[in-house]
């Protein structure tokens, strides 16, 4: 019996041998492990210490990058109002120019208008006549009158007809003829009553009587009327 082993005994002696086999294997294999973990921690740390810094380098260029764009924004603010602010200027200033120039057009307009109307009146009183106070001024100023009224009659009918009614005196009158008696004398250049001279009135003149235009004009008128023109008449009419 001593001889042989029992089984017993040969379990325990192949469990001790299995265990410092194991036990050196397991050494080994938690050496090979650790060096086979240490090179992959320390990539693995290297990994995770150099992810933070790139990390925050693009946190820091996003910042940046947000930073420009504000500071784009800015500018561009500053600028448009900038041109606001010159385009409003510009357009008060162009609306000032402006009124200033139709100012001054409006003043340059109204003297040339008041220059224009001065030329106007001079030289409409060049062309107005000047008649003289006197039996030849008078007999002029009545032709002029008689021809814007169509109003026949020459100078010579006019001033022969005013030489034998009244010689000339504007202020002659008869006192002693038809007329006298009825209460209405005849009077004047051309010896008019005053029926006849109310009747036979040219507008534009005296209504005076004894205005001597006047009573030239309206016997012209009447004579006219009644024989086609003072030349016509050589004797009372």
Request: glycine content about 6%; proline content about 4%.
């Amino acid at each position: 019996m001593s001889q042989h082993t029992t089984p017993g005994h040969s379990r325990s002696e192949l469990t001790k041998t299995q265990k410092f086999s194991i036990a050196g294997v397991a050494t080994l294999g938690a050496a090979a492990l650790a060096f086979s973990l240490v090179p992959g921690s320390a990539d693995a740390g290297t990994s995770d210490v150099s992810a933070a810094p790139v990390a925050f380098t693009q946190n820091a260029d996003a910042q940046q990058s947000v930073h420009a764009g504000v500071a784009k924004q800015q500018t561009n603010a500053d600028k448009q109002a900038k041109d606001a602010a010159a385009a409003k200027a510009k357009a008060e200033a162009d609306a000032a120019a402006k009124k200033r120039a139709d100012e001054q057009a409006a003043a340059k307009k109204k003297a040339e208008d008041e220059r224009k109307a001065k030329e106007a009146a001079s030289r409409a009183a060049a062309r107005k006549p000047v008649y003289a106070n006197n039996l030849d001024g008078w007999i002029r100023q009545s032709l002029d009158i008689m021809k814007a009224k169509g109003i026949p009659g020459s100078y010579e009918g006019l001033h022969r007809n005013i030489i034998r009614e009244s010689a000339g005196d504007p202020n002659a009158k008869n006192g002693w003829d038809i007329n006298a008696i009825n209460g209405t004398p005849s009077v004047g250049l051309l010896q008019v009553i005053q029926p006849t001279f109310d009747a036979y009135h040219v507008e534009g003149t005296s209504t005076n009587i004894y205005d001597p235009v006047a009573n030239i004009t309206a016997a012209a008128n009447y004579a006219a009327d009644r024989y086609g023109s003072m030349d016509n008449v050589n004797s009372a009419y």
